[in-house]
């Protein structure tokens, strides 16, 4: 309802300033799923928070993973959760009622796992030093099928570090630590596309527009590059006509900054970025290439940045407290959305009324009218489209609401008092125990009083 009041917000591409802070534990890496109404958190104790984003409150907190979370992926209808941790296996949750799913172990770290686009069954998933892999988790027992780090011709030895599937899920792209960029056919498993596209440099992190045709790159060589990609999953697809044109290479020529986190804007028209050892938010527009905004937050470095699906809402995570700062879009409300007749003025203005503004109409005459509305004819026949089995139950999932205060909410918000009993922090309690001053409170002194 207040997005409504506000004309500016809709109009407005990139986010201003920090609208918002929220903390469960030390946040490592944010995702947020396809309807941009929950954000999934990964923390370094293992735990996965799933915050509603209206709200701000957490709506399901995971627990299955002992080490840190590496990455977080969503199915399409936003029930499942795909998380992988630096203990050597990854998890998929059901989000219906917060259970394992699946739970599938590796022989090395994960670097990250993405989800398939369309099928919640089948991931892929980046080792520490060992060959990528395809899983399969129709059955209770995974499958994991080896994938192709480089093709046959580079001797060079080289690790997937990267991953991310196409829009249609037929194809997975993947970046090396020696700067190669990757297209695998996930029915076949073969390579049919390699191109280095960063010499000596890591390529670290993938991301795809929603409509899947722009390709965000990021490597070690501190530039970010942007690529256009061809239809793959076209039928008469020839892999010796491949072709990914650069479009754009943003970097910071003068401080020579490294950048930590990509990410593409929900319609793909910007580009922002954090970088290693600054607190700045960098967004480029990708029309002109340029620099348009340089956001500020906290004096600490994003570790992980993410942008909503469909607002002007980024969300990072701060690499010292774990916080997850969100910036947003700040505009006075204007009340006039409401009514087109409806008119905001700064000072008093004497009201004249019109001649029959205040008439009181005949009951004929409002009956006529009334009339007159119910013979327009309404289209109740009409199909908008065919749903597809997943986007029906995309619109049929709601994540239950939990009832327990102290699982529905941060720990960090509230503080046992006794036995089965919570309060919530005051403003100017911290997590140590120190005072809004920063000074610890003075001991109480204890002693034996004297018997009278």
């Known amino acids: 309802m207040n997005l409504l009041l506000s004309d500016d917000y809709l109009l407005q591409d990139y986010p201003e300033n920090i609208t918002n802070t929220i903390r469960s534990g ?7 799923n396809r309807k941009g109404d929950y954000l999934a958190s990964g923390r370094g104790d293992g735990t996965v928070v799933v915050w509603d984003i209206e709200t701000m409150g957490v709506a399901r907190k995971l627990r299955g993973h002992s ?43 994960v670097y990250g796992a993405e989800l398939h686009p369309w099928n919640h069954h089948q ?15 129709q059955d209770r027992k995974d499958v994991q099928y080896p994938l192709p780090t480089a093709p046959d011709y580079d001797t060079v030895k080289q690790t997937t570090t990267a991953m991310i599937y196409t829009a249609k899920g037929t194809h997975l792209l993947s970046g090396t630590t020696k700067g190669r960029l990757n297209i695998i056919d996930t029915t076949t498993h073969q390579l049919i596309y390699s191109e280095k596209i960063a010499e000596r440099s890591a390529v670290l992190l993938l991301r795809l527009t929603e409509s899947g045709k722009d390709l965000l790159v990021n490597s070690n060589d501190g530039i970010i590059r942007t690529f256009h990609l061809p239809d793959l999953s ?3 697809l020839d892999p010796d006509t491949i072709q990914l044109p650069l479009e754009h290479k943003f970097q910071d020529v003068v401080n020579k900054l490294r950048w930590g986190h990509v990410t593409f804007s929900a319609t793909g028209e910007y580009v922002a970025a954090s970088a290693h050892n600054n607190h700045e938010l960098y967004i480029w527009e ?46 006075p409300q204007k009340w006039s959305a409401l009514a087109p007749d409806f008119v905001e003025v700064e000072d008093n203005v004497e009201y004249i009324e019109k001649e029959d503004e205040f008439d009181i109409h005949p009951h004929e005459e409002i009956q006529k009218r009334r009339l007159d509305q119910e013979d327009e004819d309404i289209d109740v026949m009409g199909v908008v489209g065919d749903k597809t089995e997943l986007e029906k139950e995309a619109d049929n999932f709601r994540m239950p609401i939990l009832f327990d205060l102290g699982e529905s909410d941060s720990e960090d918000e509230f503080i046992n008092v006794g036995f089965g009993t919570l309060r919530r922090k005051s403003p100017g309690e911290q997590d140590d125990g120190e005072g809004t001053g920063g000074e610890k409170a003075p001991p109480k002194k204890r002693g034996r009083g004297k018997k009278k």
């Open 123 to 137: 991931f892929a998933a980046a080792l520490f030093e060992a060959q990528p892999v395809l899983v399969d988790v």
């Open 67 to 109: 080490k840190q979370i590496q990455s977080l992926s969503w199915s399409r209808c936003g029930r499942y959760l795909l998380s992988a941790c630096t203990g050597w296996k990854a998890i998929l949750w059901d989000l219906q009622d917060g259970h394992k799913y699946r739970e599938v172990r590796f022989r090395a770290p």
């Open 26 to 32: 030390h946040s490592t890496c944010v995702r947020f």
């Open 286 to 331: 990708r029309a002109h290439g340029s620099l348009v905004r340089m956001l500020e937050g906290p004096k600490e470095e994003s570790t992980y940045l993410e942008w909503h699906p469909h607002r002007a809402l980024l969300v990072a995570c701060g690499a010292e407290t774990g916080r997850i700062n969100i910036w947003s879009v700040t505009s």
């Open 234 to 236: 076209a039928p008469d």
